[in-house]
């Protein structure tokens, strides 16, 4: 039962809502870039949309989404009223005023450094302020989830805990900890120089802490699309979960391996010694191993599905299967685009094959694939399942539903493909205009025409998205039964104190992240002629 | 009833212990590629960490300009050296010469800035406070771009530098009665 619908329903409506002028931006990015726009009257304004739109993307949307859902899992999957109603709030609004102060710089040209930062260029201190508001929101919400699931436990000893209120908890703790290194760098080394105390910065040292926060968080925006394949893909198509085990084991590795690994964003990088790049590059390798397990796992359920609905023989159990349900379509969709983009991702994770398309268009390719393509398509999904639940009321047209995720689908690939193919040519990336009328140039413009037209199309099926979820909200309301999770196929009754709690793979996490960065972090902060001037972003 | 489930629970752990079994040697096969391509020195990343002052790298050591482009050391070897800087790259475009082992020495005068050779797979970070090296060989004369890679700030896009690949006697002549040369008009 749903308790606390209003701050469930604000936090989806906020991300969705920032997402929506996000993904404008987006494609108005897309259409300047590319040879369809004459010539782009100030690169400048390109650049203040990027750094709108990474900023929302990769921090306020996803923590929202996280952070909703997480509140409707701990109450539905613990069955236990929400513990810290109030904190909860203080940290929406701190989410909410957060994203305004950063954004206000931004839009007025005084932050232009992209989400990534870059230093030593140097934005607004306002522009980093409100990114800490953001994160520091989050962790109230890392914290409550920790208190309310301490609290079942001690009310239900000896029992498993659910599976999604598992997940979402080892989600939180992920993120908690990714996102010590980009508050590290913000905290000890932008924000002194953006204010003034300070007027060198250490660009390497910078890099590096970054890249602690930079992988971690794509597991952080992955960890609800991975819930709700476990536990809402499996009971929305009348399945059930393969393995409660072996769930509870991929989410532990995300946990565990998803931290030590950033150092293979800096392949390229001169900071960082061959050593520390080829340990980085293993446990990259070794990340692929949940995901591997995931695919596997989900596919079985959804054989034992089709297998119920009448399914037969080695693949002819595919056609029975509910494709017309849109949780089905947007699995499919979603493994479709992880399959690719986790292809692109075993190419990044080699320190031998990254250096063709290191910092590429291909780069772009590959994350949007993932994140908008296999992780926003499942957040799609996870609100048109809970939102007859959050509001009372059934959504409104499934066949606008089934349309919607077609679009974002078709979007996706239109756009990302041809990402992929100019980003092997040596296109860079972050590029606010190029010059087509260079021959050298001249074969990359019809993919670039190709990647603006699958914007307009992924701008179109989040209209959509807008839509449904608004005409959901004011059609007629009906009886709605309790919000579930999926089964599985043979229910844990007892599972072992590992499998159950945190408390070893935390440690893991934390040992593995200082062996694994302590070393470099340290040598580069040791040495005092790695400081260099500040470049101040905007006029002052 | 419990018999038949507990069966089912048997294969079902089985199949999925295969699976993981499956998706662990996928993972040693990758690590082992990049370990065996990494000792091979297919393209190994730079060992050592180098730092610089970038505010003074235009009037001493390596990168003073005079120092800048392609030279050729007493042993023969052939190393380039150029510097990054908001939204240029110095000198804008490098000689090199083809069938020959070079190596790239480079760093940035500012901000972070990336090097890119279209069509190789040359490409690094240029890191303020940092020289990177990166070893290359061109197979064929002819002339690539070389893009900055990396978000430099507003004007970024414009920064385009080139490469020019030219035969080695070619490359050994032009050279013979400078100490440093590059493609720049």
């Given at each position: 039962?749903l308790?606390?619908?209003r ?9 969705f ?13 897309m ?8 010539w ?15 900023t ?24 236990q ?23 206000i ?31 520091l929101?989050?962790w109230?919400?890392v ?10 436990k ?32 913000l ?12 007027s ?19 597991y ?5 699309t ?10 929305a ?8 085990t ?11 391996v ?12 001169p ?31 959804v ?9 037969r ?32 991702g ?5 320190y031998q ?5 290191h910092n ?15 992780i ?15 509001t ?5 047209s499934?066949?606008?539903v089934r349309?919607?995720?077609?679009l ?18 040596g ?12 021959p ?8 670039v ?21 608004i005409s ?13 999770f ?9 599972v ?20 694994n960065?302590?070393?470099?972090i ?5 040495r ?13 | 009833?419990?018999e ?9 752990e ?12 996928i ?8 370990a065996?391509?990494?000792?091979h ?10 730092t ?5 790298i235009?009037l ?9 482009g392609?030279a050729v050391?007493?042993d ?45 797979n ?32 507003v004007?970024?896009?414009?920064m385009w530098?080139?490469v ?6 070619q ?6 009665d400078k ?7």
């Open positions: 039962m308790h606390n619908r701050l469930i329903l604000a936090h989806f409506w906020l991300a809502a920032v997402f929506a002028a996000a993904l404008l931006l987006g494609a108005w990015q259409y300047v870039r590319s040879p369809l726009s004459p782009i009257s100030n690169p400048e304004w390109y650049y203040r949309s990027l750094t709108a739109h990474g929302v993307m990769g921090y306020v949307f996803p923590t929202l989404v996280a952070m909703a859902f997480g509140y409707a899992i701990s109450e539905t999957s613990l069955k009223n929400l513990v810290g109603l109030r904190w909860a709030w203080a940290g929406f609004w701190l989410i909410a005023v957060g994203a305004v102060v950063a954004m710089p931004v839009a007025l040209g005084l932050a232009s450094v992209l989400y990534t930062f870059y230093p030593p260029l140097i934005g607004s201190p306002f522009y980093y302020i409100g990114v800490v508001m953001v994160v929101g989050s109230i919400w914290a409550l989830m920790s208190i309310n699931l301490r609290i079942w001690k009310e239900n000893p000896g029992t498993p805990v659910p599976l999604p209120m598992f997940a979402n908890v080892a989600g939180s703790y992920l993120w908690a900890w990714t996102a010590v290194g980009a508050a590290l760098e905290l000890l080394q932008i924000i002194p120089v953006a204010l003034g105390f300070k060198t910065i250490d660009a390497g040292l910078a890099r590096v802490f970054f890249s602690w926060t930079l992988h971690a968080i794509v952080f925006w992955l960890m609800p991975y819930i709700a394949y476990y536990t809402i893909v499996p009971r198509i009348g399945g059930r979960i393969y393995s409660d072996m769930a509870r084991i991929s989410f532990i590795l995300f946990l565990v998803a931290m030590p690994i950033g150092i293979h964003h800096a392949f390229a990088d900071q960082v010694g061959a050593g520390f790049k080829f340990l980085h590059s293993v446990f990259t390798a070794l990340v692929a191993l949940p995901t591997l397990l995931t695919v596997f796992t989900i596919c079985a359920s054989e034992i599905a089709a297998r119920a609905r009448g399914g023989g080695a693949f002819g159990w595919m056609g029975a299967l509910p494709w017309r349900n849109p949780m089905m379509l947007a699995v499919t969709f979603s493994f479709v685009m992880l399959g690719f983009g986790g292809a692109g075993l190419i990044n994770m080699s094959l990254d250096t063709t398309i590429t268009q291909w780069i772009t390719g590959h994350f949007h694939l993932i994140f908008g393509g296999a926003v398509i499942m957040y799609f999904a996870i609100a048109y399942d809970l939102w007859p639940h959050l009372g009321r059934p959504i409104a499934l066949g606008l349309l919607q995720l077609w974002w689908f078709v979007g996706m690939i239109v756009t990302t493909f041809p990402w992929h193919y100019v980003g092997i040519l296109m860079p990336r972050r590029m606010s205009f190029f010059d087509y009328t260079d050298a140039l001249a074969n990359e413009a019809v993919s025409v190709l990647s603006a037209i699958g914007g307009v199309i992924l701008a179109a099926s989040g209209i959509l998205f807008i839509f449904i979820l959901t909200q004011f059609s007629q309301p009906r009886q709605i039964e309790d919000y579930r999926a089964l599985a196929v043979h229910p844990p009754t007892r072992p104190v590992a499998l159950n709690s945190y408390g070893l793979w935390i440690a893991l996490m934390i040992g593995l992240t200082v062996t960065y302590g070393y470099p340290l040598q580069l902060a040791a005092d002629d790695t400081s260099v001037p500040a470049v101040y972003v905007g006029e002052r | 009833m419990t038949i489930h507990d069966e089912g629970a048997t294969v079902a089985r199949v999925e212990r295969r699976w993981a079994a499956v998706a662990v040697l993972i040693v096969f990758l690590a082992g590629m990049a065996f391509a990494g000792i020195q297919a393209t190994m990343p730079q060992t050592t960490v180098e610089i002052d970038p505010t003074t235009h001493q050591g390596e990168f003073v300009e005079s120092n800048l392609s050391g007493a023969g070897s052939v190393t380039v050296r150029a510097v990054g800087q908001q939204y240029s790259f110095s000198p804008p475009c490098l000689l090199v010469p083809s069938r020959t082992p070079i190596t790239i020495r480079a760093t940035s005068a500012d901000v972070v800035h990336g090097l890119l050779v279209q069509g190789t040359i490409n690094t970070m240029l890191v303020p406070g940092y020289v990177s090296v990166q070893k290359a060989t061109f197979s064929e004369p002819g002339e690539h771009l070389m893009p900055c890679q990396e978000f430099c700030s004007g970024h896009e414009g530098g080139k020019k690949v030219v035969d080695k006697q490359f050994l002549s032009e050279l013979a100490r440093r040369i590059s493609c720049a008009p």
